[in-house]
């Protein structure tokens, strides 16, 4: 238990952290509402657990978070949407593990549907699973493309934390 809130409170100072870009603004990945974000998760063969609402302080930059999982006994992956201000789903973070492969594939299978929820195309999915990294040994990647669909750029960032034995893929959206 106590891993499992450290990990999240590591999670949602992560998550604060943003990326600089020229004049792009940060917006909502999609225009609806965290939980409304993930309810529809079945129809993108993610048949996630049950949505859980995590309320933070009104004074942190992330009032309200949804969380939901994948999987069972140990083998699944976390996904987590938070809200902004206005009420509608500003990014999304997986969680999953890097030693388990039926952990890693529930992740992957999270990210995926999180992409394909927001309107990404076939084309602009293997752009954004094609993560650059600086080296075979960076613990940090990233990709980013031009959501038609969605008209946004869309930036899929991943960690790997080998001490916590775990990847956190990271979904965020610009406006240009």
């Known amino acids: 238990m106590r891993k499992t809130v450290l990990l999240l409170c590591f999670l949602v100072c992560l998550c604060s952290i943003q990326i600089p870009h020229a004049s792009a603004q940060l917006v909502e990945i999609s225009e609806v509402s965290g939980w409304r974000f993930l309810q529809n998760f079945s129809a993108y063969k993610a048949p996630i ?6 309320k933070y302080d009104e004074g942190t930059p992330y009032p309200t978070a949804v969380m939901a999982g994948l999987g069972e006994d140990g083998h699944g992956a976390i996904i987590t949407v938070f809200e902004n201000g206005a009420g509608y ?3 999304a973070v997986v969680l999953y593990r890097m030693s388990d492969n039926v952990s890693m594939h529930r992740g992957v299978q999270l990210v995926v549907a999180t ?3 927001m309107g990404v ?5 293997k752009v ?3 993560i650059r990294r600086e080296s075979e040994y960076a613990t940090y990647g990233v990709a980013d493309v031009w ?3 969605a008209n946004r750029r869309i930036v899929h960032e991943v960690y790997m934390i080998p001490q ?3 990847i956190m893929s990271r979904i965020i ?3 240009n």
Request: glycine share 4%.
């Open 121 to 125: 195309t076939a084309e602009e999915l």
């Open 164 to 166: 916590e034995d775990s």
């Open 89 to 91: 789903a500003s990014k």
């Open 173 to 175: 959206a610009y406006d």
């Open 49 to 54: 657990g049950k949505i859980r609402t995590l």
């Open 115 to 117: 992409f394909l929820r």
């Open 128 to 130: 954004l699973q094609n």
């Open 147 to 149: 959501c038609k669909k």
